[in-house]
């Protein structure tokens, strides 16, 4: 298993479990190997009566780059794309226990998507939130085509998804993105006691409010599935490979 993400049960953070990115050289951008061990993490979680929460962290400054591009080109030349992406977003929208998530610096693409499954989300004032996906030739993933305009409306949505304007950290929490801001220095802190103090409530009682809050998850699992079939007819297309070539070039 890859250490470019690393799975952790603090001592100090009873019952939580975390997610950490762990692969700064690349900002964070995520393989294939690192999609299966974090779906197989949330998986383990689900079953496990010692894990409460799950908790993602990146490194400092920087959250996650998004999607590794050299999986995007080895696809787009003609290789297999693999279930895993797809295996880690079932996992993640699947979560049957609280997901919290702390961001300091960039979140790109499915940096940024993950926190629409997440039910609290910490950032940093330097947090960065963007999407390039149609730069890219690409499409939304994640459902965030449906999770994004639910929450922050049409227009912030074609903004953020379509357009790939960036967000700042108080655009996302003015957006509804994120639930607060916190110091660089503090995020981590932040999110973990935020996640340890979940941990100490009853399960039940904390399972059936989530479910409530969350409502039922058949259309965005949906989506996610509709979203991957575009999302692999786009990256196989002369326009996505062109786009990923000019930024391969930079």
């Not at 079953?47 to 996650?64: K, M, N, P, Q």
């Not at 499409?139 to 965030?144: F, G, L, R, T």
């Not at 949505?157 to 950290?169: M, W």
Request: charged letters at 25%; proline letters at 4%.
């Amino acid at each position: 298993m890859t250490d470019d993400v690393l799975i952790e049960r603090p001592e100090a953070y009873p019952g939580v479990q975390v997610i950490r990115f762990n692969r700064p050289a690349k900002k964070n951008a995520i393989t294939r190997a690192m999609y299966a061990k974090m779906a197989n993490a949330l998986t383990v979680a689900g079953t496990d009566d010692a894990i409460r929460v799950t908790a993602f962290l990146g490194t400092e400054g920087c959250f996650s780059a998004g999607n590794d591009m050299a999986d995007f080109m080895v696809f787009a030349m003609g290789g297999t794309m693999g279930q895993d992406v797809l295996d880690f977003l079932r996992a993640l929208a699947n979560a049957a226990k609280p997901v919290v998530s702390g961001v300091d610096g960039l979140a790109i693409g499915i940096g940024t998507t993950i926190h629409l499954h997440c039910d609290l989300t910490v950032a940093s004032p330097r947090s960065v939130f963007k999407t390039p996906f149609v730069d890219l030739a690409l499409v939304p993933e994640a459902a965030s085509s449906l999770l994004v305009p639910r929450i922050a409306g049409h227009q912030r949505a074609f903004a953020l998804l379509a357009a790939g304007e960036p967000f700042t950290a108080e655009e996302a929490q003015e957006a509804g993105l994120i639930w607060k801001i916190a110091g660089a220095e503090a995020i981590e802190e932040e999110v973990l006691s935020l996640a340890a103090n979940l941990a100490k409530k009853p399960p039940e009682a904390l399972r059936i409010a989530r479910q409530l809050i969350r409502g039922d998850r058949s259309d965005v699992l949906a989506r996610i599935d509709e979203e991957a079939k575009h999302f692999a007819a786009q990256l196989k297309s002369a326009e996505a490979r062109a786009a990923f070539e000019a930024f391969m070039r930079r």
